[in-house]
């Protein structure tokens, strides 16, 4: 899904190079002044913006009959419920900030040739989703200021990124509280991997519940993976065939939540009479599941929007009030959830 700027012909990037040369100074920084960031010299500034002029350079939000600016929007992979929710929520607000989107993954072009790429096209910014950033790449991005907003990022940031992600934590306590209320006390986790903040904050959030009710954290019926349906499924036929299994499960995604439900089909019990299955996120394929799934819903829409209002932001030099956005989550009840049929 690729929406090419119609505004930023090719010869334009090879003019801005033209000008870094001539005018002694780095393509990133003609880039800046472009964008009228406010982070170079008053001399410097004068100097590229009289080469501009003079080489006719225009930019392109500034042209009367020409598209909108460009974003790129890069992903891990574009696999999987969740990426799709968010592609759709970057790309429907996008078109509401008259921007134009170019998506990529890191799978086989790495987070500096994106930003490699960023600089290339002279695009607006960069949002990365779920991605692990390098030192050197985040060093870059500081010293540099270089327009990026991280969503859901697998490590925390430096403070100088914005990022954005929801309420993981209390989002699994929430869902977790919900399996309690409906008098299971026996409860295990599918969860995501130590090194994902939101997989982390996720099961503290779990645990965090059992804490309140007095229930004890059980390793035996707790397993991490990737938030990967196949992964999901293995380690769901272990849990259900543990010595105690649980009575319930929550699900630290769609994708796991789905992994859960085909082991306890596998194992022959039902879903939710044998075995009640919460998940998180709330994609499309949530509501579709065989039962349909009682989930923590994730804003995906907001999500998109608000990554895609923060990085315009940050690209005319106006950083967000706080590093760290927290969307709040909502809990979503169908068929998946119910109370145990004995109490164990």
Same mark, same amino acid.
């Given at each position: 899904m690729t929406v090419q700027d119609k505004g930023q012909p090719a010869g334009q990037y090879g003019l801005l190079t033209s000008i870094a040369q001539e005018a002694g100074v780095s393509p990133s920084t003609v880039s800046k002044v472009v964008h009228r960031r406010r982070d170079v010299g008053a001399k410097t500034r004068s100097r590229v913006e009289e080469l501009l002029a003079r080489h006719g350079y225009v930019r392109p939000w500034d042209r009367e009959s020409v598209a909108s600016r460009q974003i790129i929007a890069v992903f891990r992979d574009l696999s999987g419920p969740y990426t799709l929710e968010v592609v759709r929520g970057i790309v429907e607000a996008a078109g509401e900030f008259d921007v134009d989107v170019l998506t990529g993954t890191t799978s086989r072009r790495s987070i500096s040739q994106w930003l490699e790429e960023c600089v290339a096209l002279d695009a607006a910014g960069l949002i990365i989703v779920i991605s692990m950033l390098a030192d050197d790449d985040q060093r870059r991005i500081v010293e540099q200021r270089l327009p990026v907003v991280l969503v859901d990022p697998l490590s925390a940031p430096s403070a100088d990124i914005p990022s954005i992600g929801v309420t993981n934590w209390s989002g699994a306590r929430d869902a977790v509280q919900h399996l309690l209320g409906l008098g299971h006390?026996?409860?295990?986790?599918?969860? =995501?991997?130590?090194?994902?903040?939101?997989?982390? &904050?996720?099961?503290? @959030?779990? #645990?965090?519940?059992?804490? !309140?009710?007095?229930?004890?954290?059980?390793?035996?019926?707790? =397993?991490?993976?990737?938030?990967?349906?196949?992964? &999901?499924?293995?380690? @769901?036929? #272990?849990?259900?065939?543990? !010595?105690r299994p649980p009575t319930a499960v929550f699900a630290a995604s769609d994708a796991q939540a789905l992994g859960v439900l085909e082991a306890a089909r596998q194992l022959g019990l039902r879903v939710p009479d044998d075995l009640a299955v919460m998940s998180f996120d709330d994609t499309l394929v949530a509501a579709m599941a065989s039962p349909p799934l009682s989930a923590v819903r994730q804003p995906f829409e907001e999500l998109g929007r608000e990554a895609t209002r923060v990085l315009l932001s940050v690209s005319e030099g106006r950083p967000p009030a706080s590093p760290r956005i927290e969307l709040a989550t909502e809990l979503v009840l169908r068929a998946s959830t119910s109370g145990p049929r004995n109490t164990v």
């Amino acid at each position: 899904m690729t929406v090419q700027d119609k505004g930023q012909p090719a010869g334009q990037y090879g003019l801005l190079t033209s000008i870094a040369q001539e005018a002694g100074v780095s393509p990133s920084t003609v880039s800046k002044v472009v964008h009228r960031r406010r982070d170079v010299g008053a001399k410097t500034r004068s100097r590229v913006e009289e080469l501009l002029a003079r080489h006719g350079y225009v930019r392109p939000w500034d042209r009367e009959s020409v598209a909108s600016r460009q974003i790129i929007a890069v992903f891990r992979d574009l696999s999987g419920p969740y990426t799709l929710e968010v592609v759709r929520g970057i790309v429907e607000a996008a078109g509401e900030f008259d921007v134009d989107v170019l998506t990529g993954t890191t799978s086989r072009r790495s987070i500096s040739q994106w930003l490699e790429e960023c600089v290339a096209l002279d695009a607006a910014g960069l949002i990365i989703v779920i991605s692990m950033l390098a030192d050197d790449d985040q060093r870059r991005i500081v010293e540099q200021r270089l327009p990026v907003v991280l969503v859901d990022p697998l490590s925390a940031p430096s403070a100088d990124i914005p990022s954005i992600g929801v309420t993981n934590w209390s989002g699994a306590r929430d869902a977790v509280q919900h399996l309690l209320g409906l008098g299971h006390t026996r409860v295990a986790m599918v969860a =995501g991997r130590a090194h994902s903040l939101a997989g982390a &904050a996720r099961l503290h @959030g779990y #645990r965090a519940a059992l804490e !309140e009710a007095g229930i004890v954290y059980d390793p035996a019926i707790v =397993g991490s993976t990737d938030f990967d349906y196949d992964e &999901a499924l293995a380690v @769901g036929l #272990r849990i259900l065939r543990t !010595e105690r299994p649980p009575t319930a499960v929550f699900a630290a995604s769609d994708a796991q939540a789905l992994g859960v439900l085909e082991a306890a089909r596998q194992l022959g019990l039902r879903v939710p009479d044998d075995l009640a299955v919460m998940s998180f996120d709330d994609t499309l394929v949530a509501a579709m599941a065989s039962p349909p799934l009682s989930a923590v819903r994730q804003p995906f829409e907001e999500l998109g929007r608000e990554a895609t209002r923060v990085l315009l932001s940050v690209s005319e030099g106006r950083p967000p009030a706080s590093p760290r956005i927290e969307l709040a989550t909502e809990l979503v009840l169908r068929a998946s959830t119910s109370g145990p049929r004995n109490t164990v």
